[in-house]
């Protein structure tokens, strides 16, 4: 069992940034692939980006690509979501998971599916303002 607790989020203005931290307890962190969700009013769980187990390797949604960073510190059993130059159609909900089979964030269309994580955070809100 993998418990992660999110805090952090809150309100930012067009073009600021935010820091998303994800502490996960439990079993061995190291050895979960971490990946980051977003959920906005009346939209499906859309994928954000994703690390492997070991840090080494990232994936990002294209609509965040360039602008947020995701990195870990298996030391400190957290995940980091560094949003940059932020714009209003960020404002979600976001929620970091935790993916027990390594390969789901090598495979496109794994990384992309809610139901190949197996832990999940409650989320916390961003909300960005014009």
């Known amino acids: 069992q993998v418990q992660l607790v999110e805090p952090g989020g809150g309100l930012v203005q067009a073009g600021g940034s935010l820091r998303l931290s994800c502490a996960a307890s439990?079993?061995?962190?190291?050895?979960?692939?971490m990946g980051w969700f977003r959920q906005a009013p009346g939209k499906e769980r859309e994928f954000v980006a994703a690390?492997?187990?070991?840090?080494?390797?990232?994936y990002y949604a294209d609509s965040v690509k360039g602008r947020f960073i995701i990195s870990r510190d298996n030391a400190k059993n957290t995940v980091y979501l560094q949003m940059n130059s932020l714009k209003t159609e960020d404002t979600a909900v976001y929620c970091c998971?935790?993916?027990?089979?390594?390969?789901?964030?090598?495979?496109?269309?794994?990384?992309?599916?809610?139901?190949?994580?197996?832990?999940w955070g409650q989320g916390t809100q961003v909300t960005v303002s014009s």
């Open positions: 998971a935790a993916a027990g089979l390594g390969l789901v964030v090598i495979v496109p269309s794994r990384r992309q599916d809610p139901n190949d994580y197996d832990y």
């Open positions: 439990g079993r061995t962190f190291s050895s979960y692939a």
């Open positions: 690390i492997s187990a070991s840090g080494g390797s990232t």
